[in-house]
């Protein structure tokens, strides 16, 4: 939350001047960038916003020098202290890579190389830029990863890759990108890859040092609201195209373009509820969890001998709590904690030891699960990529609940199927279609539409909007909010977005290590009596700039 | 599908493919000579206007020979191919399937099979059997049933991870469903592939066997049957072993092209 | 690199082996025309068969004559041929060294050029030399291995020639240099198919790695180039590689037969045409067993190899 430091009145560090870019593609020429400009100066963040396929990362890839051979460059001029990088030489781009412009990398799990221990992928940059000798290389890498929060960088220095955790690698990849004190630095979105939490002690990392050495910083991100908290500066980009760009206040305070407020509109906040009314505390439980265990891994004797070693896991230990009719429980988690898991074993796909009861029929294991359970009980995916089977058209993916569970008559199966489409507000003629000739939202429509198709009473949904864009991820929360309140169906909502699942649930549940450490109404969440790690969670999410 | 003809080797390999076929269709009706017809006194001559391959050593003409012998070859490649790989599909498929034990014991047995190379495999299962076309073709289909059973099984495995089968198992779908419908429409893509670059192999052991007297028998216009009768005159001329070889190479190059090529336009992202 | 690891993949070659020598027991006794068919041929009379038949012990269960037979191979009793009458033992194990010797050579040729050619032909990717060796890549995959001993023949032995012997073999003992010489086509057989296969997989996992993250952020630190493919891309590459490379020792092993067979060389490969040739079941069994076993080992040496070259494998 630094207050912006007075602009140097000098020339910017980068300086972006009516940049275009074009790449060639197959079905002809592609308008990546349009007559970009842009410039950061010295101890300033500019956060620039878009959406996927806006053109963002393109813009990095050309100031680095580091473009695909389809590539076209048009105009326009890429500065660096007023130096043309477009004038260089291969030789002294090299040269300037890692020593003048550093970049951090969305995901630290490839981004390092695996077969290089962390201690040298760090040092291989001060002996090649600063002519460190190896001792001085690794004292100074010493330095540079404490100073990044390593509690132990000696015993980091000889660890690889595998054996440290995402914070930890996307530390030392910090590290590596301000070891040469450069002027510039590019983040690609460097947060999105780690859960909240480690996020949210990196952004931090990332002001700070940012602050102490006044580096310009170009911040790439689709996430407004974590935007708006680390930059001075933000440019909204669209279609390879800067819509709007100022001092980040100003921006989210008084959005002058229609894209602009778009985007902020489609970022969760927690004080805008999308349901409306709450069930009634006397709902009655319509699905219960006791004590429900799920293992992973477990071995046949055969493997056991001869197979990698490969310990079994808990996914989720002895996990209690019950769905009131009517209602939408939330149940939030960093990835791995279990969330997905309860998900899967609700659904008949994960044995359980427990029980699983729907109304009054209880379940003691998966093999109890039946064709009427599962009727009454859809869940929807993550990725609508793979939810739809690629070789069938939307029409038959919607009929298939409807034949198997005997819902509508032959001859009324076309009508119920464009009432569907129509209840997730899709055109009538998408049932001749092929899923891959719909969009990610699209497809997540169609994956809503064919849970709902068997009426049932309870809905999964798992993680349904984070593989969308923001605008299409708003769109679909509200689509799934309507179709529940309509329906009457009770909905389970897996997510990692704490924003999110304020916005759209009755009740929160927290898991944590396969644990479901919080329960507690939305409205509650600041309750004193919240779990040391809710807290944690809540406190760790940026909510959006004037919110 | 048009796609294949975009990529240069898919380019390369329908041509050659298209070549090889056309005289397995037409080689008989092309053929300027009786493949069996002796001519004393044109012996193991090089290429001229009237033989353009030349002839072997019996005065027979090189080039109708293997025109003749296309058909042959090409029905030997698809034929041991097709078998094993509908026997290492049927197998592979079951034990994705069953899963459990039977997936482990199906499993470690073929890693057992496959210690032993697919020729010597194939030796050892011609000779128990005989020789000939018939049993050499039966031979190759059993030695590649490991190898296109471990594949089925992971091309089984993979799409059953997939998020639409998933779906269809919470739906409560029956198992047959589940493999006709979700899982074999989306698995034919890789095993089409590997079919056809295999087709390749066989076509290379088919001649292997030929040429080592356990496959094809004369007067068989077989082409590694034809270099292997060739060989004692091979230094008089030449064209009698150099043409059968070439033709086994074009053969195999324009299956192993277009099974690439296939490939590539059945998953874009791999860059193999 | 832990004992458990190592553990694991020996117990898993152990079983390897195990199913190899059911099946040559299998396919050797139990398939139509069990081994007293084989050994006297179709035309035998029902009584010599029963009385060889007996002989054999074929009369037993199969898991008591599986049990007895590999009882005596653990022992080191590999039994006598039966056409040549001298024990099978001492006879793979001559010929073992003499096929060794010319795969070891097949190999290193093949290393020698092969990993080179297919890191040139990736760092070219696009180019004419990558093309050429694509194509060589593809063509060498095509050619079966006696068409190339056949053409080697034709340009280097001929009579008028003569630059190479047309095949046979000279121990080394006696004299090295003509052992190296007899050596040359045959060991040049084998590694073009070798090479053409194992230069278009380097290519390949070299493409990838090429276009990995950790390689555009090593280009991205300002690297220079060579220090990015030695040291950042290779090691990467080099581990599929290798598995690719035991792999095509199974290659090695069904085409050593052949280029045996057409050079006259007397090594495993031929012992087992001519066993075949002749149902000499002993060494038919013995001798694939002994094959599949090389295989098994270089598959493990392969696995070691990773562990080595690959931290993940190291530490797992």
């Known amino acids: 939350m630094s207050a912006p430091t007075m602009p140097d009145t000098a020339r910017p560090v980068l300086d972006v001047q009516g940049y275009s870019l074009t790449y060639a593609t197959r079905t002809g020429p592609f308008e990546a960038l349009k007559s970009i400009d842009l410039s950061v100066m010295r101890g300033r963040t500019m956060g620039l916003v878009g959406e996927s396929g806006s053109g963002k990362t393109s813009l990095a890839w050309a100031i680095l020098r580091y473009l695909p051979a389809n590539a076209r460059e048009g105009d326009g001029r890429l500065l660096l202290s007023g130096e043309d990088l477009r004038a260089k030489s291969p030789g002294e781009i090299t040269d300037l890579r890692g020593r003048r412009i550093g970049m951090v990398f969305q995901d630290p799990s490839t981004?390092?190389?695996?077969?290089?221990?962390?201690?040298?992928?760090?040092?291989?940059?001060?002996?090649?830029?600063?002519?460190?000798?190896?001792?001085?290389?690794?004292?100074?890498?010493?330095?540079?990863?404490?100073?990044?929060?390593?509690?132990?960088?000696?015993?980091?220095?000889?660890?690889?890759?595998?054996?440290?955790?995402?914070?930890?690698?996307?530390r030392v990849v910090i590290a590596t990108a301000f070891a040469c004190n450069p002027e510039c630095i590019i983040f690609d979105e460097p947060t999105t890859a780690l859960d909240v939490i480690t996020a949210r002690q990196i952004q931090d990392l990332f002001v700070r040092l940012q602050e102490d050495t006044g580096v310009a910083a170009l911040y790439i991100s689709h996430d407004l609201a974590l935007v708006s908290r680390i930059a001075h500066d933000v440019a909204v980009i669209h279609r390879g195209a800067i819509v709007e760009k100022g001092p980040s206040r100003q921006i989210f305070a008084t959005p002058r373009e229609d894209y602009t407020r778009m985007l902020l509109a489609a970022v969760p906040r927690p004080t805008v509820r999308l349901v409306t009314g709450e069930p009634s505390p006397q709902a009655p439980a319509i699905l219960r969890l006791e004590g429900a265990t799920i293992r992973y891994g477990e071995k046949n004797l055969i493997d056991r001998l001869l197979r990698r070693e490969q310990a079994e896991v808990v996914g989720a230990r002895d996990v209690s709590f019950a769905l009131r009719e009517g209602e939408i429980l939330g149940i939030v988690g960093e990835s791995g904690s279990g969330k997905s898991t309860i998900a899967r074993a609700i659904a008949g796909l994960n044995d359980f030891s427990g029980t699983i009861a729907l109304r009054e029929r209880i379940f003691h294991a998966r093999r109890e699960i039946d064709r009427a359970f599962r009727r009454n009980v859809q869940i929807i995916f993550q990725n609508p990529d793979g939810s739809l089977n690629p070789r069938q058209r939307i029409r038959d993916i919607l009929a298939r609940p409807l034949k198997l569970y005997d819902l509508v008559p032959k001859t009324g199966l076309d009508a119920r199927i464009a009432e569907l489409l129509e209840q997730v507000r899709l055109p009538r003629d998408f049932a001749q279609r092929y899923p891959h000739q719909l969009s990610g939202g699209e497809k997540q429509r169609v994956a809503i539409a064919r849970a709902f198709a068997a009426e049932p009473q309870v809905v999964l949904c798992d993680e349904i909007?984070?593989?969308?864009?923001?605008s299409v991820q708003a769109s679909v929360a509200r689509l799934l909010v309507d179709l529940q309140t309509r329906t009457g169906a009770t909905c389970l909502f897996i997510t990692h977005d704490i924003?999110?699942?304020?916005?759209?649930?009755?009740?929160?549940?927290?898991?944590?290590?396969?644990?479901?450490?919080?329960?507690?109404?939305?409205?509650?969440?600041?309750?004193?009596?919240?779990?040391?790690?809710?807290?944690?969670?809540?406190?760790?999410?940026?909510?959006?700039?004037?919110? | 599908m048009l796609d294949i003809w975009r990529h240069p080797t898919g380019l390369i390999g329908s041509c050659l493919l298209a070549l090889v076929l056309g005289a397995a269709v037409f080689g008989a009706v092309l053929a300027p000579y009786d493949p069996q017809l002796f001519q004393p006194l044109a012996r193991l001559q090089g290429p001229s206007a009237g033989h353009w391959l030349g002839t072997d050593q019996f005065g027979r003409d090189i080039l109708s020979r293997i025109l003749h012998g296309a058909r042959a070859t090409i029905a030997f490649g698809v034929g041991a191919t097709l078998l094993g790989v509908v026997a290492g599909a049927v197998i592979g498929v079951t034990a994705g399937v069953v899963g459990t034990w039977v997936d482990s014991l199906i499993m470690r047995t073929i890693d057992g099979l496959l210690?032993?190379?697919?020729?010597?495999?194939?030796?050892?299962?011609?000779?128990?059997?005989?020789?000939?076309?018939?049993?050499?073709?039966?031979?190759?289909a059993v030695a590649f049933t490991p190898g296109m059973a471990r594949i089925s099984r992971s091309a089984v495995l993979s799409i059953r991870t997939r998020e639409f089968v998933q779906a269809a198992t919470a739906r409560g779908e029956s198992r047959i469903y589940i493999m006709a419908a979700e899982v074999l429409p989306n698995s034919v893509g890789p095993l089409i592939v590997e079919a056809t670059i295999r087709v390749s192999f066989a076509v290379?052991?088919?001649?292997?066997?030929?040429?080592?007297?356990?496959?094809?028998?004369?007067?068989?216009?077989?082409?590694?049957?034809?270099?292997?009768?060739?060989?004692?005159?091979?230094?008089?001329?030449?064209w009698c072993v150099a043409a059968p070889g070439i033709a086994i190479a074009m053969t195999a190059m324009g299956f192993n092209l277009f099974g690439d090529a296939l490939r590539d336009v059945f998953d874009p992202r791999g860059r193999r | 690199m832990n004992a458990a690891y190592l553990g694991r993949r020996l117990a898993s070659m152990m079983l390897v082996l195990v199913i190899v020598s059911l099946t040559v027991f299998a396919i050797t006794l139990i398939l139509p025309g069990?081994?007293?068919?084989?050994?006297?041929?179709?035309?035998?009379?029902?009584?010599?068969?029963r009385v060889l038949e007996l002989e054999l012990g074929l009369d037993r269960p199969w898991h008591v004559q599986y049990l007895g037979w590999m009882g005596k191979l653990l022992a080191g009793d590999w039994g006598a041929s039966m056409r040549l009458s001298v024990p099978v033992g001492g006879l793979i194990t001559e010929a073992l060294w003499r096929s060794a010797a010319l795969a070891a050579a097949a190999l290193a040729m093949v290393m020698v050029v092969a990993i080179p050619l297919g890191i040139v032909a990736a760092l070219k990717r696009g180019t004419w030399v990558d093309l050429a060796i694509s194509f060589f890549a593809y063509l060498g995959t095509a050619v079966p291995e006696f068409v190339t001993a056949t053409l080697l023949l034709i340009f280097f032995a001929a009579p008028d020639r003569g630059w190479f012997p047309a095949g046979g073999f000279v121990p080394a003992a006696e004299n090295r240099l003509l052992f190296l010489y007899h050596m040359c086509l045959p060991a040049a057989t084998l590694s073009l198919i070798l090479t053409a296969h194992i230069a278009r997989q380097v290519r390949s996992e070299m493409s990838d790695v090429l276009a990995s993250d950790y390689v555009r952020a090593a280009r991205l630190k300002g690297l220079p180039e060579r220090t990015v493919v030695l040291r950042h891309a290779l090691r990467n590459a080099m581990a599929p590689a290798v598995a690719v490379i035991s792999l095509d020792v199974g290659y090695l092993l069904g085409g050593i037969i052949v280029v045996e067979e057409v050079f006259a060389w007397p090594g495993l490969g031929r012992l087992i045409i001519y066993a075949l040739q002749n149902r000499d079941l002993p060494v038919i069994q013995a001798a694939t067993l002994v094959l599949a076993t090389v295989y098994a080992l270089s598959n493990l040496v392969s696995d070691l190899v990773i562990a080595a070259l690959d931290p993940r494998v190291r530490y797992a």
């Open chain 1, 111 to 170: 981004s390092l190389n695996p077969t290089l221990t962390l201690g040298r992928q760090l040092t291989e940059v001060l002996v090649r830029h600063r002519k460190h000798s190896m001792t001085q290389a690794k004292a100074e890498a010493e330095a540079l990863l404490a100073r990044t929060g390593i509690s132990r960088p000696a015993e980091m220095m000889t660890r690889f890759p595998h054996q440290a955790s995402g914070g930890e690698k996307q």
């Open chain 1, 465 to 470: 909007t984070s593989s969308l864009d923001v």
């Open chain 1, 499 to 547: 924003n999110l699942v304020r916005q759209l649930a009755h009740r929160i549940a927290v898991m944590h290590r396969g644990e479901c450490v919080d329960l507690f109404a939305a409205a509650d969440h600041a309750a004193p009596d919240r779990h040391s790690y809710t807290r944690l969670l809540l406190d760790a999410v940026p909510n959006a700039a004037g919110a």
């Open chain 2, 115 to 140: 210690a032993v190379p697919d020729l010597l495999f194939t030796l050892l299962i011609v000779t128990v059997l005989g020789g000939g076309t018939g049993h050499a073709m039966l031979a190759v």
């Open chain 2, 204 to 238: 290379l052991l088919g001649a292997t066997l030929g040429f080592l007297g356990l496959g094809a028998q004369p007067p068989s216009t077989e082409w590694g049957l034809m270099i292997a009768e060739a060989r004692q005159f091979m230094f008089r001329n030449p």
């Open chain 3, 34 to 49: 069990n081994a007293a068919v084989m050994i006297l041929g179709e035309y035998a009379t029902p009584d010599q068969l």
